[in-house]
Nanobody, 120 residues
Framework: HVQLVESGGGLVQPGGSLRLSCAASGFTVSRYYMAWFRQRPGQEREGIAAIDSGGMTTYAYSVSGRFVVSKDNDNNTLYLQMNSLKPDDTGMYFC???????????????WGQGTQVTVS
């Protein structure tokens, strides 16, 4: 069955960097559309970065130029490199996957359990 497991979250100072990982099993990431979402305190879950099966990426305005989404097909893993982190980036980060291109919409079929990122 499909499983997504995020890791790499933690506490970081403003201006710092983190790299999140999302290990996938039960499917091949190269054939799926995948994305990162976050849920900041008191806010709805929002899509922040997506990558399609061909490697084309889409970013929310709030993270464009600071975050980079990538896939490692050999390791079947999705990554999110987060640079120049701000306190406003604090939240729970989730990876998601779908066989249909949904870019940053919230209707992905498969979700991980999330990893907490705190910038303070």
């Amino acid at each position: 069955h499909v499983q997504l497991v995020e890791s790499g979250g933690g506490l970081v100072q403003p201006g710092g960097s983190l790299r999140l990982s999302c290990a996938a099993s039960g499917f091949t990431v190269s054939r799926y559309y995948m994305a990162w979402f976050r849920q900041r305190p008191g806010q709805e879950r929002e899509g922040i970065a997506a990558i399609d099966s061909g490697g084309m990426t889409t970013y929310a305005y709030s993270v464009s130029g600071r975050f980079v989404v990538s896939k490692d097909n050999d390791n079947n893993t999705l990554y999110l490199q987060m640079n120049s982190l701000k306190p406003d980036d604090t939240g729970m980060y989730f990876c998601a996957a779908d066989f249909v291109n949904k870019q940053l919409a919230r209707y992905y079929d498969y979700w991980g359990q999330g990893t907490q990122v705190t910038v303070s």
